[in-house]
């Protein structure tokens, strides 16, 4: 039987602060199968950011087992973790990082520098072009970070993380910094690169309405699986054509 | 990460912040440009040093009349008349490792062609030697004075390069007159330019005749007052003033030994100028000459010698080290600023990494690894310094032209200047660049994408 993409077991993360051990991750074990849409919600300091960064290769924890893409992570050493992020894992973030006075295109063909396997200049610049005519900026590529909205910035970031065709995108709190239609608009995008790429997406996030557009809800509480739900998701897709009702009032 | 990729990112980021980046560099520049100019500077002072120590003739020596300050009595050089043209032959002759010996007696007067005068640095009076001695071989024009116009006092001469101009005006002045205290001398010949010496002395501003015409026909030479003494004997001496050669000479008569006034015993020349046969038997001519002339001199063991010998080449020698010394010291404050100026490179760097920490944290989650990091922020410091060496070497090389061409001060383009520039910016950029790309690579991923 093939392993999930995603299998934990029993992972534990302890932080010490001066002499005190701070358990953040109490045990934690889950599967997500490839092409899931996952949703990492629980209250604040639950350890949600600390799971993501322990599943994102970015943290390692201190004791279980974490295989990713039939790779067990918590025996690769620093470098190997790097190569893990840079082939099987795409990030965005809650505040988009994208480079200051760095080009659209420039940005999402980034991480393909840090690509072992000899990538073409003219192969980059191609599935970057293609990644951002995906996320509907075809006509933005030259614009730097200060010369697009915050919804472009994200939609730029998510062209980024899967610029290396990973097989898993994690984002973290990914429409924090969005009102409520730049929102839909990128709930929109990830559900595109979900369904059309076959891309597994985890996102951790506060929003209900986020969440409602998963089709898995895992809640933790205090460092353990509160609840783990499949659920129907919402659509964001056809909300996001329609124009938002404050300005069809307005 | 592969080279040109890493070099592309730093291009990129140094574009990204051209300011800074110019004035974080402007240190190095400014090092750089100092350095090169100093050496293009240096090795032009040394270049004309040199050019002027094979110009003053290779490997000479002087051997002066009177001892050097010796026991706390010095009659000073030249206060006593010791020196004869017979020990400048028998040094020739005795001493193997002297290739060549003139005899010098100088004069210090006005020369005049027709209506023009004009007093030249030196009058110098030698034989044929003279030429071979300071390496002087190819005439302008005309010929040397021969050996026999040495012993006929004949009065002729050869004219350097400054007297043609002065005197002249550029004409040919082969076959004119001219007079030295109303001895007229016909000019035979034209010496090649030779330019300024080491102490800064007109070389060309030269009147060349035979040694016992300016000795014995013009007044104001140190010879000149000697005749006075004994005009009388001078027909019976002549044959020891001029040993070796007497069948040559014309039996005199009376009323020509009248008309010509000989010596009597001060057949001395003012000094003798020698050259070694090579630079390393300096040391062994001197040897020779000494053990000869005290001989000669019959100095007994232990008395001091009644002439000094003084190794030109040494003189110059001590002149160029000096400068060599000055270039050095300039030198060594320029890589100091070049220092400060690394320092600079590194404070900048370092807030360069603070501020662009949550750059790294990204880098790194989109699978930099610490040594792609390292790498990428050493490339840029390596590449601003070089850059700022580029930028430095042009400013420095400009510099040099604009001293060469305001203060006519020889300066000369050096390879090894602009090679060790190179290396010495690159190297910079790499010390300092280290420390600041070495912290940034030691980031944790997570902290850096969390740094506000
Ligand atoms: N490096 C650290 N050192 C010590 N304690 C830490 C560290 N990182 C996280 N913690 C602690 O772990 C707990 C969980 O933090 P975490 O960031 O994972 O929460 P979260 O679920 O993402 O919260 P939020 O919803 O507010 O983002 C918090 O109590 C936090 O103080
Ligand atoms: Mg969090």
Known sequence: ?????????????????????????????????????????????????????????????????????????????????????????????????????????????????????????????????????????????????????????????????????????????????????????????????????????????????????????????????????????????VAAAAPAPEEAAA | ?????????????????????????????????????????????????????????????????GAAASGGVSFGGGSTLTLTAEDCDAILRECPAVKAAAPLVRARTQVIYKERNWVPQSIVGSTPAYLEVRDWSNLTEGEMFSAADVRNASRVCLVGQTIVRELFQGRSPVGEEIRLQSVGFRVVGVLSQKGANAFGQDQDDLVLAPWTTIKYR???????????????????????????????????????????????????????????????????????IT?????????????????SLRDMTETANALSSTTTMMTNLLLAVALISLVVGGVGIMNIMLVSVTERTREIGLRMAVGARARDILLQFLTEATVLCLLGGLLGLSLGRGAAIIVKQLLRWPVEASLEAVIASIAVSAAVGIVFGFYPAWKASRLDPIEALRYE
């Open chain 1, 1 to 237: 039987m093939p392993r999930p993409l995603i299998q934990l077991e029993d992972i534990r993360r302890t932080f010490h602060v001066g002499d005190i051990d701070v358990p953040v991750l109490r045990g934690i074990t889950l599967c997500i199968e490839r092409g899931e849409m996952v949703a990492l919600t629980g209250p604040s300091g639950s350890g949600k950011t600390t799971l993501m960064n322990t599943l994102g290769c970015l943290d390692r924890p201190t004791s279980g087992s974490y295989w990713l893409d039939d790779e067990e992570i918590t025996r690769l050493t620093k470098d190997g973790r790097a190569r893990v992020r840079n082939r099987k894992i795409g990030f965005v973030f809650q505040s988009f990082n994208l480079l200051p006075r760095t080009t659209a295109l420039e940005q999402v063909m980034m991480p393909l520098s840090y690509t072992a396997s000899g990538i073409t200049d003219r192969e980059a610049r191609r599935r970057a072009e293609d990644l951002l005519v995906m996320v509907g900026l075809s006509e933005r590529m030259d614009h730097t970070p200060s010369q697009l909205s915050g919804g472009q910035q994200q939609r730029v970031a998510i062209a980024r993380a899967l610029v290396n065709r990973p097989p898993v995108l994690f984002a973290d709190e990914p429409t924090g910094n969005l009102d409520s239609r730049t929102t839909l608009e990128v709930l929109a995008m990830l559900q595109r690169v979900n369904a059309e790429e076959g891309i597994t997406i985890i996102v951790v996030t506060h929003d209900p309405v986020v969440a409602g557009h998963t089709r898995r809800n895992i809640r933790l509480r205090d460092g353990l699986v509160e609840s783990d739900t499949a659920q129907t998701p919402l659509l964001a897709g």
């Open chain 2, 291 to 307: 053990d000869l002339l005290r001989e000669r001199h019959r100095a007994r063991p232990g008395e001091p010698e009644d002439f």
């Open chain 2, 218 to 288: 013009v007044s104001g030479s140190s010879g000149s007052g000697a005749a006075a003494g004994g005009s009388a004997s001078a027909s019976s001496t002549s044959n020891s003033v001029f040993p070796g050669a007497p069948s040559v000479f014309p039996a005199t008569s009376a009323a020509q030994a009248l008309d010509k006034p000989m010596p009597v015993r001060f057949a001395n020349v003012d000094q003798i100028l020698v050259a070694a046969a090579s630079s390393p038997e300096i040391r062994s001519a001197m040897a020779q």
């Open chain 2, 1 to 65: 990460m592969t080279f040109a990729k890493t070099l592309r990112t730093a291009l990129r980021a140094l574009r990204r912040n051209i300011t800074r980046s110019a004035l974080t560099v402007l240190g190095i520049v400014i090092g750089i440009a100092a350095v090169i100019a100093m050496m293009e500077i240096g090795k032009g002072s040394s270049g004309a040093i040199a050019k002027t120590i094979s110009s003053m003739g290779a490997n000479n020596l002087l051997v002066l009349p």
